[in-house]
């Protein structure tokens, strides 16, 4: 991508910020160009996965391969969400941020709480019944499934699958192309979300809940500097600055749109583009990473359960803490790449260890704001495991080839 553009979105974004501060609410007139961009990017994420994922599968062909990239892939996204929450814990107990505050909650603000599904039932969800179906409602995972299951038969078929393997060839090209397109509109499309954000949030609104957006904020950044330039350094053998540089249009969209899902095109496309990151890697980790792996809801979970404990003066026992960190892994998980889901998430997180649900009415007013935060690094979280699954797979692959020449010659 090219530098020009990224320059544009960040002057654009800067632009966003001052304008909204200064004309306040009636900003709100700009938000049809925000939404405009967001329904551009959104429509190209169903034909994109699937022609990638097919083409990636196809191309590797092999049951053994996919199955290691999954366990590295999958791997990687548990260990990275625990430590996220556990630096979520931290950071909230070391800020307290809910600690005296007075803002009054009502008890009719109660927030119905959300079942989660049982672990069987959600597995046994990816298996669609209909893929055309799973298309139309862009259920992410029965993609990924049908994809990789359409891969595996084009690679048994052999020569005879041959047309429609270029067909997918094809279609993910066009569906990269006009992911160029849509970028191009980036910079209008990211100032038509952000300004209407910060024209409607006064500091009125902000200022009762800066500690805990800043405790969010902080955990978030030292997550992303410690824990992401640690593994793309120790894995994938990159510079952190070119990680972080190469992934810089997908940071600000998903800080504009809140949604990792809608930012997965532009995503896919820094990593392949930027960080070069073969295709069959990419979009085989990124959907997945879209849509199970949320390393910044997970911290969010951990800061606002202490938050909610802190604000009606509950102490979390060490068992408690525990089970925080247990349910908000299976919650960020569960997390859908869109706005606001994790809130609904946090009902789940403080259901288990008994926290008044009244609290996410307090944090309910500021969520576009912790949403904005989270999201970020959501998508940075998946774009490392790309570079990390990626590093990992070459190490491999330069090993077997060494033991085959250390074979040969003896
Ligand atoms: N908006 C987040 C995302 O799309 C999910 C969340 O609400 O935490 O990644």
């Given at each position: 991508m090219k530098n020009n553009l990224v320059i544009q979105i960040f002057l654009a974004f800067i632009v966003a910020i001052v304008l909204g501060a200064i004309v306040g609410p009636g900003i709100k007139i700009v938000q049809p160009l925000g939404d405009l961009f967001l329904r551009l990017i959104m429509f190209i994420i169903v034909p994109l996965v699937l022609s990638s994922l097919v083409v990636g599968v196809a191309s590797t062909g092999d049951l053994k391969k996919l199955g290691q990239l999954s366990v590295k892939t999958v791997g990687y996204y548990l260990l990275t969400t625990a430590i996220a929450i556990s630096i979520g814990l931290f950071i909230g107990s070391v800020f307290s941020p809910g600690e005296g505050l007075?803002?009054?909650?009502?008890?009719?603000?109660?927030?119905?709480?959300?079942?989660?599904?049982?672990?069987?039932?959600?597995?046994?969800?990816?298996?669609?019944?209909?893929?055309?179906?799973?298309?139309?409602?862009?259920?992410?995972?029965?993609?990924?499934?049908?994809?990789?299951?359409?891969?595996?038969?084009?690679?048994?078929?052999?020569?005879?699958?041959?047309?429609?393997?270029?067909?997918?060839?094809?279609?993910?090209?066009?569906?990269?192309?006009?992911?160029?397109?849509?970028?191009?509109?980036?910079?209008?499309?990211?100032?038509?979300l952000v300004a209407p954000t910060v024209g409607e949030y006064g500091l009125s609104v902000l200022l009762p809940l800066l500690k805990v957006i800043l405790a969010l904020a902080i955990g978030c950044f030292i997550h992303a500097i410690i824990v992401y330039s640690i593994s793309v350094k120790a894995f994938g053998k990159m510079s952190p600055i070119t990680f972080f540089k190469g992934i810089a249009p997908a940071i600000f969209v998903a800080f504009s749109t809140s949604s990792s899902a809608g930012t997965l095109p532009v995503t896919i496309k820094c990593t392949e583009?930027?960080?070069?990151?073969?295709?069959?890697?990419?979009?085989?980790?990124?959907?997945?990473?879209?849509?199970?792996?949320?390393?910044?809801?997970?911290?969010?979970?951990?800061?606002?359960?202490?938050?909610?404990?802190?604000?009606?003066?509950?102490?979390?026992?060490?068992?408690?803490?525990?089970?925080?960190?247990?349910?908000?892994?299976?919650?960020?998980?569960?997390?859908?790449?869109?706005?606001?889901?994790?809130?609904?998430?946090?009902?789940?997180?403080?259901?288990?260890?008994?926290?008044?649900?009244?609290?996410?009415?307090?944090?309910?007013?500021?969520?576009?704001?912790?949403?904005?935060?989270?999201?970020?690094?959501?998508?940075?979280?998946?774009?490392?495991?790309?570079?990390?699954?990626?590093?990992?797979?070459?190490?491999?692959?330069?090993?077997?080839?060494?033991?085959?020449?250390?074979?040969?010659?003896?």
């Amino acid at each position: 991508m090219k530098n020009n553009l990224v320059i544009q979105i960040f002057l654009a974004f800067i632009v966003a910020i001052v304008l909204g501060a200064i004309v306040g609410p009636g900003i709100k007139i700009v938000q049809p160009l925000g939404d405009l961009f967001l329904r551009l990017i959104m429509f190209i994420i169903v034909p994109l996965v699937l022609s990638s994922l097919v083409v990636g599968v196809a191309s590797t062909g092999d049951l053994k391969k996919l199955g290691q990239l999954s366990v590295k892939t999958v791997g990687y996204y548990l260990l990275t969400t625990a430590i996220a929450i556990s630096i979520g814990l931290f950071i909230g107990s070391v800020f307290s941020p809910g600690e005296g505050l007075d803002i009054p909650v009502s008890a009719e603000q109660q927030v119905e709480s959300k079942e989660a599904p049982g672990i069987i039932d959600t597995l046994l969800n990816i298996v669609p019944t209909n893929p055309i179906a799973s298309l139309v409602e862009g259920n992410m995972l029965q993609i990924i499934f049908f994809a990789i299951f359409l891969g595996l038969g084009i690679t048994m078929l052999g020569g005879n699958g041959k047309v429609v393997y270029s067909f997918f060839e094809q279609m993910a090209e066009v569906m990269y192309k006009i992911t160029g397109i849509v970028m191009r509109f980036a910079p209008v499309g990211v100032f038509g979300l952000v300004a209407p954000t910060v024209g409607e949030y006064g500091l009125s609104v902000l200022l009762p809940l800066l500690k805990v957006i800043l405790a969010l904020a902080i955990g978030c950044f030292i997550h992303a500097i410690i824990v992401y330039s640690i593994s793309v350094k120790a894995f994938g053998k990159m510079s952190p600055i070119t990680f972080f540089k190469g992934i810089a249009p997908a940071i600000f969209v998903a800080f504009s749109t809140s949604s990792s899902a809608g930012t997965l095109p532009v995503t896919i496309k820094c990593t392949e583009e930027n960080l070069k990151i073969p295709r069959e890697i990419s979009s085989f980790v990124l959907p997945l990473g879209a849509t199970i792996n949320m390393n910044g809801t997970a911290l969010y979970l951990g800061v606002c359960a202490l938050f909610v404990a802190q604000f009606f003066g509950i102490d979390l026992t060490f068992t408690q803490q525990v089970t925080v960190v247990l349910t908000a892994t299976l919650a960020s998980i569960g997390t859908a790449g869109v706005p606001s889901a994790g809130l609904i998430m946090l009902t789940m997180v403080m259901t288990s260890v008994g926290l008044p649900l009244e609290g996410i009415a307090l944090l309910a007013g500021v969520d576009r704001i912790l949403d904005m935060i989270r999201t970020t690094v959501n998508v940075m979280g998946d774009a490392a495991a790309a570079v990390v699954v990626s590093g990992n797979e070459k190490n491999d692959e330069d090993h077997t080839q060494k033991n085959d020449q250390t074979s040969i010659t003896a």
